[in-house]
T-cell receptor, first 111, second 119 residues
Framework: DQQVKQNSPSLSVQEGRISILNCDYT??????FLWYKKYPAEGPTFLIS?????DKNEDGRFTVFLNKSAKHLSLHIVPSQPGDSAVYFC??????????FGAGTILRVKS | GAVVSQHPSRVICKSGTSVKIECRSL??????MFWYRQFPKQSLMLMAT?????????EQGVEKDKFLINHASLTLSTLTVTSAHPEDSSFYIC???????????????FGPGTRLTVL
């Protein structure tokens, strides 16, 4: 049972434009959501997170939006840069317990 | 920021041998560490949750006698793959959790991973 889904395996965006990565979840008990960025053969790097009591969190070029009624969150990267090319994982947790990861989305930013 | 290290970064071993992977939180204390496994082009799969001073909690389908986890201190957890076989070849990643006062506001910081190849 995939509780966290990233339905787009890959996304290609032109440098300077907006990248939007989407994530859906099924477990309404999740109360904290995170986005990680991962390069091949490296561990994931924490990007940004959001608590279920908020609907938006912004950090520089990265903004995460949470729609609890739709059980959907998205990561916006503006403007996109070639160095943003990586695999992006969304993850969810309940009460700070184990993270449940989505399958990841490969982002390619073309210069 | 919080730094987690893993050692070794890469290991090649013969079938039947045991391999130990270390995970250290360098600048913080981690009461909980997690061990993940990632197959090519797939997501991270949680193997077990390791709490300092107690037995690890394994996810369904993960053999605890095969993957021995020890969390002897607040900065070190080890994963030992016993009697390794080629199917154990994978990318193993650990993470350590910083627990904030607000329990909802916690994050896991990941190590760089260990590539295990069993011949």
């Amino acid at each position: 049972d995939q509780q966290v889904k990233q339905n787009s395996p890959s996304l290609s965006v032109q440098e300077g434009r907006i990248s939007i990565l989407n994530c859906d979840y099924t477990n309404s008990m999740f109360d904290y959501f995170l986005w990680y960025k991962k390069y091949p053969a490296e561990g994931p790097t924490f990007l940004i997170s959001i608590s279920s009591i908020k609907d938006k969190n912004e950090d520089g070029r990265f903004t995460v939006f949470l729609n609890k009624s739709a059980k959907h969150l998205s990561l916006h990267i503006v403007p996109s840069q070639p160095g943003d090319s990586a695999v992006y994982f969304c993850a969810a947790t309940r009460y700070g317990n184990k993270l449940v990861f989505g399958a990841g989305t490969i982002l390619r930013v073309k210069s | 920021g919080a730094v987690v290290s893993q050692h070794p970064s890469r290991v090649i071993c013969k079938s039947g041998t045991s391999v130990k992977i270390e995970c250290r939180s360098l600048d913080f204390q981690a009461t909980t560490m997690f061990w993940y496994r990632q197959f090519p082009k797939q997501s991270l799969m949680l193997m077990a949750t390791s709490n300092e001073g107690s037995k690890a909690t394994y996810e369904q389908g993960v053999e605890k006698d095969k993957f021995l986890i020890n969390h002897a201190s607040l900065t070190l957890s080890t994963l030992t793959v016993t009697s390794a076989h080629p199917e154990d070849s994978s990318f193993y990643i650990c993470s350590a959790r910083i627990l904030h006062r607000d329990r909802m506001a916690n994050e896991q910081f990941f190590g760089p991973g260990t590539r295990l190849t069993v011949l």
